[in-house]
């Protein structure tokens, strides 16, 4: 017999036990401490989800026998009874998982109805409106959520009733316009399913905590924890809780509230709240919703009560509040409190407000910013000129801000496929729902006809910091027909249109977008991320424009030149290639002599930009594949300036031809077959850095890495030329200049024989696309095709090119780290692939030991950040 506790009332339960009772039902609990008005009810743990899943998709026994026995409980605090027939206990089904899922995981309300207890609340209320429509709704709901019959046929039967009777509103209609209603949604759940609709709450009531178990493994939920980085394993709680009603007339209402500005962090309590309706309507964005002052108006008695709670709140949990009401008949209650979303902007502004409000220490504001919400701030704004010109043909409410330009996408399947085809597309809705989410993801910006600040749409674009404009009810549009009909004018697929998320501006047609400007409580938070870090933070740069960027963003340095980008350009990709096909010495040393002006060009660009900061340039690494040759003309062109027939040439390229390229004939073994690319890349390296030190008399000591090295001799023998040729240009200059020599490590093997590597290099950084690559085994530009499957198979969670596989390929890094360290103390540490912009991969670098970070421009400030989170989290 198992004594387990699955099932904690709110009042057995507080704020730390998020783990188990997840970050909703842990707050239920904490409210109630606090003695704020909360429903009762109870929380089924995480720990009943994951059974759930390990028993094969069933509810256990143990766990009914537990809720029944904390209904019985609910029954005794509230004084009514589940079922009653006098006065009958309804309940909220809700999920809860440890971090919050807004909108992705489902919902029940007023659970408990019945065709008695309905008949039951008329009489106890006096209000048969208000029972129907509770018990319409919960049909709708139940058999949507938990039986998966599709929520639009309920919605089109409203829709018929609402046409019939020559309504707008849901409110308009009355209770014997319900009490039909119900009789066919009834009818309706019976034609899909083939049985009655439940009529006992008991059975109604184990359905529905078993549908939240079942939502968290729905793709929607699926795609959701993928981008937010949260595991699988976590599994969600269940919360319990008795009913209060917001459509119980005039004096009842319900809504949501934030204890400041999510949008710009003002400190203001902002919401919205509709009176007569349920939560559902407020969210969903069918009416739209009040502006909390209102409140002050209509009731200033409760909007008091309400404040103090909100300020209350705030305080407790040190933190802006997104809190969840409902006032039935005048009496105040709160159903959810949780740390808000809130844009890139709001969470930098009331970081540093709460530090100077002495509510937080500098430590703990560091923590309150998503590192890759920084991201949303360096992204584009309209270009002032060409928006002084633009008139906007419809305004909606500003969302979440940002600039978007693209072309209009109908529905969120339109808007991923057209966005892989590489189109910029702008996702236009009538409103957005859970399972537009990919389509959401994919899309410049999101445009909504209908729904207020806090609708689906708008909360999620504010997560992923993506341009929403919502609730633009000016625009007329057609899913169908894919029109949408706006100031006179009607745009289709082809169209463009520009939407402004900070003002809520539509524009029909494209506006150009610029680069922000950062300033003000950025600064102020981001020095303070840079006085924590110990971690440092370099950039991947080719050019010296992407260096200068990567600069005013933060870089330390470069972490990772990859000479080859540079050879892409149009004026010296013939040369390159000229370089590859080359059969002799004589013919490559004299396409490499064209290559060596414009390589110490570049370095000395480069050097410029970085001015004292160390850079670290790699040598040559080009999979062979990526520089040949494919199309005829170009063939012909090369093969003219080579003074080779056509034929000659295009036998030459069928040699090189690699079965696998990614394995094949790059990295340090181009080096090795061919000594002369070495030795001009060493040449303009370090020519480059005298005359730099020389013209500006910045302190260069370049740092030459070698590529994909495997095995000791490898990299002595590529090495020698470096400090040969080295050697040799400073006699000609009559300069010495210090210079460092050390390796990539992104094969397995030489992670695992780093002791010897160890001997020759003078510093490791880990090129972990690659070795993620040799690890597992599959190639880093053909596994995006299959990992769709591993995820859903819950194989994998995550693609491990994004986000660093700590125990596989975190294995090796560990290995090479203690014995590269065993060989040179003082060795440097660095890592330059994807993965030094990935946050959790940053944590797992800063516990490693490592000595800096590199990842491209866009991503140094979230690399500072996640720097200093990790050593707040894991002091070093
Ligand atoms: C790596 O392999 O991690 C790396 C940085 O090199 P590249 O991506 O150029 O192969
Ligand atoms: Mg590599």
Same mark, same amino acid.
């Given at each position: 017999?198992?004594?387990?506790?699955?099932?904690?009332?709110?009042?057995?339960?507080?704020?730390?036990?998020?783990?188990?009772?997840?970050?909703?039902?842990?707050?239920?609990?904490?409210?109630?401490?606090?003695?704020?008005?909360?429903?009762?009810?109870?929380?089924?743990?995480?720990?009943?989800?994951?059974?759930?899943?390990?028993?094969?998709?069933?509810?256990?026994?143990?766990?009914?026998?537990?809720?029944?026995?904390?209904?019985?409980?609910?029954?005794?605090?509230?004084?009514?009874?589940?079922?009653?027939?006098?006065?009958?206990?309804?309940?909220?089904?809700?999920?809860?998982?440890?971090?919050?899922?807004?909108?992705?995981?489902?919902?029940?309300?007023?659970?408990?109805?019945?065709?008695?207890?309905?008949?039951?609340?008329?009489?106890?209320?006096?209000?048969?409106?208000?029972?129907?429509?509770?018990?319409?709704?919960?049909?709708?709901?139940?058999?949507?959520?938990?039986?998966?019959?599709?929520?639009?046929?309920?919605?089109?039967?409203?829709?018929?009733?609402?046409?019939?009777?020559?309504?707008?509103?849901?409110?308009?209609?009355?209770?014997?316009?319900?009490?039909?209603?119900?009789?066919?949604?009834?009818?309706?759940?019976?034609?899909?399913?083939?049985?009655?609709?439940?009529?006992?709450?008991?059975?109604?009531?184990?359905?529905?905590?078993?549908?939240?178990?079942?939502?968290?493994?729905?793709?929607?939920?699926?795609?959701?924890?993928?981008?937010?980085?949260?595991?699988?394993?976590?599994?969600?709680?269940?919360?319990?809780?008795?009913?209060?009603?917001?459509?119980?007339?005039?004096?009842?209402?319900?809504?949501?509230?934030?204890?400041?500005?999510?949008?710009?962090?003002?400190?203001?309590?902002?919401?919205?709240?509709?009176?007569?309706?349920?939560?559902?309507?407020?969210?969903?964005?069918?009416?739209?919703?009040?502006?909390?002052?209102?409140?002050?108006?209509?009731?200033?008695?409760?909007?008091?009560?309400?404040?103090?709670?909100?300020?209350?709140?705030?305080?407790?949990?040190?933190?802006?509040?997104?809190?969840?009401?409902?006032?039935?008949?005048?009496?105040?209650?709160?159903?959810?409190?949780?740390?808000?979303?809130?844009?890139?902007?709001?969470?930098?502004?009331?970081?540093?407000?709460?530090?100077?409000?002495?509510?937080?220490?500098?430590?703990?504001?560091?923590?309150?910013?998503?590192?890759?919400?920084?991201?949303?701030?360096?992204?584009?704004?309209?270009?002032?000129?060409?928006?002084?010109?633009?008139?906007?043909?419809?305004?909606?409410?500003?969302?979440?801000?940002?600039?978007?330009?693209?072309?209009?996408?109908?529905?969120?399947?339109?808007?991923?496929?057209?966005?892989?085809?590489?189109?910029?597309?702008?996702?236009?809705?009538?409103?957005?729902?859970?399972?537009?989410?990919?389509?959401?993801?994919?899309?410049?910006?999101?445009?909504?006809?209908?729904?207020?600040?806090? #609708?689906?749409?708008?909360?999620?674009?504010?997560?992923?910091?993506?341009?929403?404009?919502?609730?633009?009810?000016?625009?007329?549009?057609?899913?169908?027909?894919?029109?949408?009909?706006?100031?006179?004018?009607?745009?289709?697929?082809?169209?463009?249109?520009?939407?402004?998320?900070?003002?809520?501006?539509?524009?029909?047609?494209?506006?150009?977008?610029?680069?922000?400007?950062? #300033?003000?409580?950025?600064?102020?938070?981001?020095?303070?991320?840079?006085?924590?870090?110990?971690?440092?933070?370099?950039?991947?740069?080719?050019?010296?424009?992407?260096?200068?960027?990567?600069?005013?963003?933060?870089?330390?340095?470069?972490?990772?030149?990859?000479?080859?980008?540079?050879?892409?350009?149009?004026?010296?990709?013939?040369?390159?290639?000229?370089?590859?096909?080359?059969?002799?010495?004589?013919?490559?040393?004299?396409?490499?002599?064209?290559?060596?002006?414009?390589?110490?060009?570049?370095?000395?660009?480069?050097?410029?930009?970085?001015?004292?900061?160390?850079?670290?340039?790699?040598?040559?690494? %080009?999979?062979?594949?990526?520089?040949? %040759?494919?199309?005829?003309?170009?063939?012909?062109?090369?093969?003219?300036?080579?003074?080779?027939? #056509?034929?000659?040439?295009?036998?030459?390229?069928?040699?090189?031809?690699?079965?696998?390229?990614?394995?094949?004939?790059?990295?340090?073994?181009?080096?090795?077959?061919?000594?002369?690319?070495?030795?001009?890349?060493?040449?303009?390296?370090?020519?480059?850095?005298?005359?730099?030190?020389?013209?500006?008399?910045?302190?260069?000591?370049?740092?030459?890495?070698?590529?994909?090295?495997?095995?000791?001799?490898?990299?002595?023998?590529?090495?020698?030329?470096?400090?040969?040729?080295?050697?040799?240009?400073?006699?000609?200059?009559?300069?010495?200049?210090?210079?460092?020599?050390?390796?990539?490590?992104?094969?397995?093997?030489?992670?695992?024989?780093?002791?010897?590597?160890?001997?020759?290099?003078?510093?490791?950084?880990?090129?972990?696309?690659?070795?993620?690559?040799?690890?597992?085994?599959?190639?880093?530009?053909?596994?995006?095709?299959?990992?769709?499957?591993?995820?859903?198979?819950?194989?994998?969670?995550?693609?491990?090119?994004?986000?660093?596989?700590?125990?596989?390929?975190?294995?090796?890094?560990?290995?090479?780290?203690?014995?590269?360290?065993?060989?040179?103390?003082?060795?440097?540490?660095?890592?330059?692939?994807?993965?030094?912009?990935?946050?959790?991969?940053?944590?797992?670098?800063?516990?490693?030991?490592?000595?800096?970070?590199?990842? #491209?421009?866009?991503?140094?400030?979230?690399?500072?950040?996640?720097?200093?989170?990790?050593?707040?989290?894991?002091?070093?």
């Amino acid at each position: 017999m198992e004594n387990k506790k699955y099932v904690y009332l709110f009042k057995e339960g507080n704020a730390s036990m998020k783990n188990l009772l997840g970050g909703k039902g842990a707050n239920l609990a904490e409210m109630t401490n606090l003695g704020i008005p909360v429903p009762q009810g109870f929380t089924v743990t995480t720990e009943a989800c994951n059974k759930y899943y390990e028993d094969g998709r069933k509810i256990a026994p143990e766990v009914i026998r537990q809720i029944e026995e904390k209904m019985a409980e609910l029954e005794g605090i509230s004084g009514k009874k589940f079922g009653s027939l006098e006065n009958p206990l309804l309940v909220s089904v809700r999920s809860g998982a440890r971090a919050s899922m807004p909108g992705m995981m489902d919902t029940i309300l007023n659970l408990g109805l019945n065709d008695a207890t309905v008949e039951a609340m008329v009489k106890l209320t006096n209000n048969p409106r208000f029972a129907y429509d509770s018990y319409r709704r919960f049909i709708q709901m139940f058999s949507d959520v938990v039986m998966d019959i599709e929520k639009r046929l309920f919605e089109n039967k409203l829709d018929d009733m609402k046409e019939a009777k020559g309504v707008k509103f849901d409110t308009e209609l009355n209770a014997d316009d319900l009490k039909k209603l119900v009789r066919e949604f009834k009818a309706l759940y019976k034609k899909e399913k083939g049985k009655e609709f439940p009529q006992d709450p008991k059975t109604q009531l184990i359905e529905s905590v078993t549908a939240v178990f079942r939502s968290w493994d729905n793709p929607r939920a699926i795609v959701y924890r993928r981008l937010n980085d949260i595991p699988g394993s976590w599994g969600t709680a269940v919360n319990v809780q008795e009913m209060v009603f917001g459509n119980k007339g005039e004096t009842s209402g319900t809504g949501v509230a934030f204890s400041r500005n999510p949008a710009n962090g003002e400190k203001a309590i902002y919401g919205e709240y509709l009176m007569n309706a349920q939560g559902e309507d407020v969210v969903a964005g069918i009416r739209t919703p009040q502006p909390i002052d209102k409140l002050k108006e209509q009731n200033a008695e409760i909007y008091k009560q309400f404040e103090d709670i909100v300020n209350t709140l705030e305080n407790h949990y040190r933190d802006m509040q997104d809190m969840e009401f409902t006032i039935e008949e005048g009496k105040l209650y709160f159903l959810q409190t949780r740390n808000g979303k809130r844009t890139a902007q709001a969470a930098l502004k009331i970081a540093v407000n709460l530090v100077e409000e002495d509510m937080l220490t500098k430590e703990e504001a560091i923590l309150k910013v998503e590192p890759k919400q920084l991201d949303t701030l360096l992204h584009p704004a309209f270009d002032s000129n060409e928006l002084k010109k633009a008139n906007p043909v419809a305004k909606g409410l500003p969302a979440s801000p940002g600039a978007a330009c693209g072309k209009i996408a109908f529905t969120a399947e339109e808007a991923k496929e057209r966005a892989e085809n590489g189109e910029k597309v702008v996702l236009v809705r009538l409103e957005t729902s859970p399972e537009d989410i990919e389509g959401m993801v994919a899309a410049e910006g999101i445009l909504t006809v209908r729904g207020g600040m806090t #609708s689906h749409a708008a909360v999620v674009a504010r997560g992923m910091g993506t341009c929403c404009v919502a609730g633009c009810g000016e625009l007329k549009v057609n899913e169908e027909a894919k029109t949408l009909q706006v100031a006179g004018k009607t745009l289709t697929s082809n169209d463009w249109i520009s939407i402004e998320g900070s003002t809520g501006n539509v524009y029909a047609g494209a506006i150009k977008t610029v680069a922000p400007e950062i #300033s003000g409580y950025f600064a102020t938070f981001m020095s303070w991320a840079d006085e924590i870090r110990k971690l440092k933070v370099r950039t991947n740069a080719d050019t010296p424009r992407d260096a200068k960027q990567a600069v005013e963003f933060g870089a330390e340095g470069i972490g990772l030149c990859r000479t080859e980008h540079m050879f892409f350009a149009e004026d010296r990709i013939s040369a390159v290639r000229e370089m590859i096909v080359a059969k002799t010495e004589e013919q490559r040393r004299k396409a490499l002599d064209k290559l060596l002006p414009m390589q110490r060009e570049d370095f000395i660009g480069i050097y410029e930009a970085l001015e004292d900061r160390p850079t670290t340039i790699r040598f040559l690494d %080009p999979p062979l594949h990526e520089f040949l %040759p494919t199309e005829a003309e170009d063939i012909e062109t090369l093969a003219k300036e080579m003074r080779l027939t #056509s034929e000659e040439l295009k036998s030459t390229i069928e040699y090189l031809h690699e079965f696998n390229p990614m394995m094949g004939h790059r990295g340090c073994r181009l080096a090795v077959s061919y000594p002369e690319i070495a030795e001009m890349q060493t040449r303009a390296v370090i020519e480059a850095a005298i005359h730099v030190r020389e013209r500006k008399g910045y302190n260069i000591v370049p740092e030459i890495m070698i590529p994909l090295i495997g095995e000791i001799k490898e990299l002595k023998f590529v090495k020698d030329v470096v400090v040969e040729t080295a050697k040799s240009v400073m006699a000609e200059k009559g300069i010495e200049i210090p210079f460092k020599v050390g390796t990539m490590i992104e094969i397995p093997r030489a992670a695992l024989t780093a002791d010897d590597i160890a001997k020759e290099a003078e510093f490791f950084s880990f090129g972990t696309n690659d070795l993620t690559q040799m690890t597992f085994g599959f190639s880093r530009d053909d596994a995006a095709k299959f990992l769709k499957d591993y995820y859903e198979k819950k194989i994998y969670e995550q693609d491990p090119f994004a986000k660093l596989d700590q125990i596989g390929v975190g294995s090796l890094m560990k290995i090479a780290c203690e014995k590269g360290k065993a060989v040179r103390p003082d060795i440097k540490l660095g890592i330059c692939g994807e993965h030094g912009g990935d946050p959790s991969s940053v944590e797992f670098c800063h516990n490693l030991g490592l000595d800096y970070v590199s990842c #491209s421009p866009f991503r140094v400030p979230l690399a500072r950040l996640a720097a200093a989170q990790a050593q707040v989290k894991n002091k070093r």
